[in-house]
């Protein structure tokens, strides 16, 4: 995720900085006003980063709760093979 803050937020604001002198709408008359308006766009840009960082734990989480209950079921299942085998007497004997 470190790719896309840089990407993503610092780029977002360098784009309005840059374009807006590319284009010619910044020069040093007004660099006051374009200073506020390319770090509103980071902010802007850093809150949907965060957003974005956010859900990608949470998925994450989510995918280790299934690992982990997936992981569960299958003991429960050895577990159950085993005592149902030797109830039954069915297991090998050594």
Same mark, same amino acid.
């Given at each position: 995720?470190?790719?896309?803050?840089?990407? /993503?937020?610092?780029?977002?604001?360098?784009?309005?900085?840059?374009?807006? /002198?590319?284009?010619?709408?910044?020069?040093?008359?007004?660099?006051?006003?374009?200073?506020?308006v390319?770090?509103?766009?980071?902010?802007?840009?850093?809150?949907?980063?965060?957003?974005?960082?956010?859900?990608?734990?949470?998925?994450r989480?989510?995918?280790?709760?299934?690992?982990e209950?997936?992981?569960?079921? @299958?003991?429960?299942?050895?577990?159950?093979?085993?005592?149902?085998?030797? @109830?039954?007497?069915?297991?090998?004997?050594?």
């Open positions: 995720f470190s790719v896309r803050l840089v990407l /993503e937020v610092f780029g977002g604001a360098g784009a309005i900085w840059g374009c807006s /002198e590319a284009v010619g709408l910044r020069h040093a008359n007004n660099v006051s006003f374009w200073r506020p390319a770090l509103l766009v980071g902010i802007l840009f850093f809150g949907r980063w965060i957003s974005q960082l956010r859900q990608a734990c949470l998925k989480d989510l995918k280790m709760d299934d690992h209950l997936q992981e569960q079921e @299958e003991v429960d299942s050895l577990v159950l093979q085993e005592e149902t085998s030797q @109830e039954y007497g069915s297991g090998a004997v050594l």
